[in-house]
C-alpha cells in the first residue's frame, strides 16, 4: 500500500518493540538486516512501546539474550508517559495506588511518588499491564477512583502478544474498573500521541519526516497517525491481512516483516 508520500522526505523512524522487534523471547523475522539497513543510511530511530511491566533497562537486557543491541536512552514506555503525565497533575511525593509490575513501580519511584495498595488517601490509581492481578487489588482501586482519586492508564490495549497467542492486556483491566465505577480512565499510551511526540526532540525530526512501524492497527497505526506522522503496519504481530481489510483505520504502508520492508520500499532512493 503506497501514500504517495516522497521517500526522502523520511528521516527517522519510531518503531513497537512487541510484534515488530520481537514476540516472547524470539526476535521476529528481519530485525538484524532492517537496523543493519538503518545503521549503513545513519537514520536514527527509537522505539516506543505501550508495555509498561519492565524497565527501559529490562528491556535492553532482554534485548541482548536474542542478541540485539539497544540503549535504554532509545526507549520511551508508557510507564514513563504516565509518570511525567504524573508530574503534571499532582505535587511530588502524592499517593499512588498502582496496579502494575516493575516498570511502572521503578518509574514512579524515580520521581519520588508514593506507592501505596491502600485506597485510603489515595491521589492517584495508576494501571498497568499486571500479570499478577487480584480481586482485593482490583477492589482497592475501585474504592479510591469512586472516592474521586485520578484514574490513569498507562495503555488500554486489548490483547497481549505472546508466544502462545493473544492474551487479556491492560485494556481488559482498565475496562472492567470502568464497568464498576462508571469513570473513564485518562490514558497515556498510545493510541495517544504523547508516546510518539516526546522521542521527536532526540531524534530532532518533525513529525511529518518520521515513520511509525507497528504491529496494531488501533494503537500504534491510529498513535502515529494523531501524532501527524507517516505509519506502516508490520504483519509479525497481532493484525493479519484479514484485520487489516475490515478495519476503517489504514496504515499508509503494510509490509509482511521487516525485511519486505527493506525489499520493497526505502528512507531515501539515492542512497540505495
Request: glycine share 8%; proline share 6%; charged share 20%.
Amino acid at each position: 500500500m503506497k501514500s504517495g508520500v516522497d521517500p526522502k522526505t523520511i528521516q527517522a523512524f519510531i518503531i513497537d518493540l512487541d510484534g515488530v522487534i520481537w514476540r516472547g523471547e524470539s526476535l521476529l523475522p528481519g530485525v538484524e538486516p532492517f537496523f543493519e539497513w538503518l545503521k549503513k543510511r545513519s537514520i536514527p530511530y527509537m522505539f516506543a512501546t505501550n508495555n509498561a511491566t519492565s524497565t527501559p533497562h529490562a528491556m535492553v537486557q532482554r534485548a541482548q539474550k536474542m542478541g540485539f543491541e539497544i540503549t535504554p536512552e532509545q526507549i520511551i514506555t508508557s510507564s514513563q508517559a504516565a509518570v511525567n503525565f504524573l508530574r503534571n497533575q499532582l505535587p511530588q511525593g502524592s499517593s499512588i495506588l498502582m496496579i502494575g509490575e516493575n516498570g511502572l513501580n521503578e518509574a514512579l519511584n524515580e520521581a519520588s511518588f508514593h506507592i501505596s495498595t491502600s485506597a485510603e488517601n489515595a491521589d492517584a490509581v495508576v494501571v498497568g499491564m499486571d500479570r499478577e492481578i487480584t480481586w482485593r487489588k482490583m477492589a482497592e482501586a475501585a474504592y479510591a477512583i469512586s472516592a474521586g482519586a485520578l484514574f490513569l492508564g498507562t495503555n488500554s490495549d486489548p490483547s497481549f502478544p505472546t508466544e502462545r497467542g493473544l492474551a487479556p492486556g491492560n485494556g481488559a483491566i482498565l475496562y472492567a474498573l470502568q464497568m464498576t465505577t462508571g469513570i473513564e480512565p485518562i490514558v497515556v499510551g498510545k493510541p495517544e500521541p504523547y508516546l510518539f511526540l516526546q522521542p521527536l526532540q532526540q531524534l530532532t525530526t518533525l513529525p511529518e519526516q518520521t515513520r511509525v512501524l507497528g504491529d496494531r492497527l488501533t494503537t500504534d497505526i491510529q498513535g502515529g497517525k494523531n501524532a501527524g506522522m507517516l505509519t506502516a503496519l508490520i504483519l509479525t504481530g497481532v493484525t493479519s491481512q484479514e484485520d487489516l481489510k475490515e478495519s476503517t483505520i489504514q496504515p499508509h504502508f503494510v509490509f509482511e516483516n521487516l525485511k519486505h520492508l527493506i525489499r520493497d520500499f526505502w528512507v531515501n532512493p539515492a542512497q540505495s
